[in-house]
């Protein structure tokens, strides 16, 4: 009887024992997937979601709760674009089709998914299949989804140095070489001398403009670059810039008016930034002016803000291409900017700068009649109480 109580005893000891290890072997395993920096996601063979880690609802900007349930094509198409998919019935679909194109592949599917907008990031979806031991019927769907926003960057910074380089830079150099070559093998006379020692200079200065907006850019996108914050009285501040400018509009016929209120309060900003945004803005309304024409630098403030406009009555923007103005390199194709020298780096640095204040940039524009591009900048409640 005792033999047989102890063997009751100990088979239930060791039933337990191994209930407990195999307990202690899923809590493990929970942490361990809980834990992996990708984001994980389980479904079954429609799609729904039986199991998601922390990461994986942090990357798809919902609760694991949420997650839980839902269809994981939706749920994908939602991160993605922000629209719901049209019904139950596609996504599972979606989930079919996968999960038998990776049943006859037997290989994983991969592609990149793109989220949010500001910032924007960047991940690889993989998806597996989780086919059963014996028969390889497949039980559902393995998705991770790892994160390449920092690969991206690099990968841009890289096309933006290749461009910048071939495609920019060429143009200076090739005209610096060209010009050169002439004055050493010809001899030309003093006045051609002139004429190209004048265009030499000319084409450096553009390529010392390029790199030095470039390298401004970079640093500040990369925040190795702080502004250097003082109070800025505008009007002074605005009259200073226009020193300079004011020759170049004239040469080229433009007058350049002033709309500065008698009450403006101080900002708090980089004198020396902002001086190039602004000399940025003034210098494409010269450019993209024909003569004759106005140019109107105003400043106007409220309670929270305060903006400085440069209104010109220039050639304008078509819609279609005010939404890339401000992107690295845009230039808009056109035949009156032809001879126009650029880099289209101007207004990139404009709205890094806008930014890196606090503030941003916007720009009103219609063809052919005019653009005005405005800087504001947020004010403090120092700022408020301290006036011109
Ligand atoms: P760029 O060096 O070419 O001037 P920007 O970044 O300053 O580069 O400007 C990008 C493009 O936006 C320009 O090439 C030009 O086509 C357009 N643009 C900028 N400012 C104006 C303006 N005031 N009026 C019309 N077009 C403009």
Redesign the pocket.
């Known amino acids: 009887m005792q033999v047989k109580g102890t063997s009751f005893n100990d088979r239930a000891e060791a039933s337990l024992k191994a209930k407990q290890e195999l307990l202690a072997r899923a809590q493990f395993v929970d942490h361990a997937l809980c834990s992996v920096e990708d984001g994980l996601l389980l479904t079954d063979p429609s799609g729904m979601v039986i199991f998601a880690n922390p990461r994986a609802a942090q990357i798809l900007g919902l609760s694991e709760t949420a997650l839980s349930g839902g269809n994981l094509f939706a749920q994908l198409m939602i991160a993605e674009t922000g629209v719901k998919a049209s019904g139950e019935l596609q996504s599972i679909q979606r989930a079919q089709e996968a999960l038998s194109q990776l049943s006859a592949g037997r290989v994983g599917l991969e592609r990149e998914l793109v989220i949010g907008t500001a910032p924007t990031r960047y991940y690889t979806l993989r998806l597996a299949v989780v086919a059963g031991p014996q028969d390889k019927t497949p039980l559902g769907l393995v998705a991770t989804i790892s994160e390449i926003t920092k690969q991206r960057e690099l990968q841009r910074t890289q096309n933006d140095v290749m461009a910048l380089v071939t495609h920019e830079m060429k143009t200076p150099l090739t005209a610096i070489q060209g010009l050169s070559e002439v004055l050493l093998t010809f001899e030309p006379d003093a006045a051609k001398r002139r004429e190209l020692t004048g265009a030499i200079n000319e084409a450096a200065q553009r390529l010392r403009r390029m790199i030095d907006e470039y390298l401004d850019l970079t640093r500040l996108e990369a925040g190795a670059m702080s502004p250097r914050q003082a109070f800025l009285r505008i009007t002074t501040f605005l009259e200073q810039t226009l020193l300079l400018l004011d020759p170049v509009a004239a040469q080229r016929q433009i007058r350049v008016r002033r709309v500065f209120p008698e009450q403006l309060p101080v900002v708090w900003a980089d004198a020396d930034l902002l001086a190039r945004a602004v000399t940025?803005?003034i210098?494409?309304?010269i450019?993209?002016?024909p003569p004759h024409t106005e140019i109107t630098v105003s400043a106007q403030a409220d309670d929270q803000v305060l903006g400085i406009s440069?209104a010109?009555q220039?050639?304008?923007?078509a819609p279609e291409?005010l939404v890339r103005?401000?992107e690295?390199?845009?230039?808009?194709p056109?035949v009156e900017?032809a001879d126009?020298?650029?880099?289209?780096?101007?207004?990139?640095?404009?709205r890094e700068i806008a930014e890196s204040h606090g503030g941003r940039v916007t720009?009103e524009?219609q063809l052919n009649l005019?653009?005005t591009?405005t800087i504001w900048l947020p004010l403090s409640t120092v700022e408020r109480e301290t006036h011109n």
Not at 340 to 350: D, H, K, R, S, Y
């Open positions: 940025n803005l210098a494409n309304a450019k993209y002016s440069v010109d220039g050639n304008g923007i291409h103005i401000f690295k390199f845009y230039r808009i056109r900017d126009e020298p650029g880099t289209g780096l101007g207004l990139a640095l404009v720009v524009s005019g653009s591009f």
